[in-house]
């Protein structure tokens, strides 16, 4: 009840493509939902989050789209640009304590 | 926006020795630290939580006793692989979070070889 599953496990998208990286929890008592960014060997930084009471959220060129009633969420990057490659995370928390981390995306743009 | 460092960035040390890695935040109060390990390709495991001045909460089969934890200020911890073997090499990354904000914010991990 912990997991969160995290798909697809790679995903490669031409420079000005959308890449979308879908999450799915289980746990109903999860209410922070961030997305990170991580480049090889590096720690990972925080891209966007959102909360359950909002069904999206967009900064940029990043946007959660959330579903409660399917407890799945989702991130899409709009104009996918070379710079964007690395792997993504997305996490759930219960009242921002331990974030249960998915199992990541490897996310290659080709110019 | 806040920022987390560890040191070293990495580190390399025979079978059997003790290693410590800092973390630190530099522009804020951190009340809540965490530490995670990350194998190559791998997603980023829990290790323990810490808050400042009590001893750390750890995760299901860490051994607290190998993986020593100490959150002696509001801006360090510290953990410390004792006794470390090859099969404890891997990246081990901290978070931080302040209290007034939700968001941990993440060091730029370290790699520890055990040959």
């Known amino acids: 009840q912990q997991q969160v599953k995290q798909s697809p496990q790679s995903l490669i998208v031409q420079k000005g493509g959308i890449s979308i990286i879908n999450c799915a929890y289980e746990n109903t008592a999860f209410d922070y939902f961030p997305w990170y960014q991580q480049f090889p060997g590096k720690g990972p930084a925080l891209l966007i989050a959102i909360r359950p009471d909002v069904s999206e959220k967009k900064e940029g060129r990043f946007t959660i789209s959330f579903n409660k009633s399917a407890k799945q969420f989702s991130l899409h990057i709009m104009d996918s640009q070379p710079g964007d490659s690395a792997t993504y995370f997305c996490?759930?928390?219960?009242?921002?304590?331990?974030?249960?981390f998915g199992t990541g995306t490897r996310l290659q743009v080709f110019p | 926006g806040a920022v987390v460092s560890q040191h070293p960035s990495w580190v390399i040390c025979k079978s059997g020795t003790s290693v410590k890695i800092e973390c630190r935040s530099l522009d804020f109060q951190a009340t809540t630290m965490f530490w995670y390990r990350q194998f190559p390709k791998q997603s980023l495991m829990l290790m323990a939580t810490s808050n400042e001045g009590s001893k750390a909460t750890y995760e299901q089969g860490v051994e607290k006793d190998k993986f020593l934890i100490n959150h002696a200020s509001l801006t360090l911890s510290t953990l410390t692989v004792t006794s470390a073997h090859p099969e404890d090499s891997s990246f081990y990354i901290c978070?931080?979070?302040?209290?007034?904000?939700?968001?941990?914010?993440f060091g730029p991990g370290t790699r520890l070889t055990v040959l």
């Open positions: 978070s931080a979070t302040e209290a007034t904000s939700d968001t941990q914010y």
């Open positions: 996490a759930a928390a219960y009242n921002t304590d331990k974030l249960i």
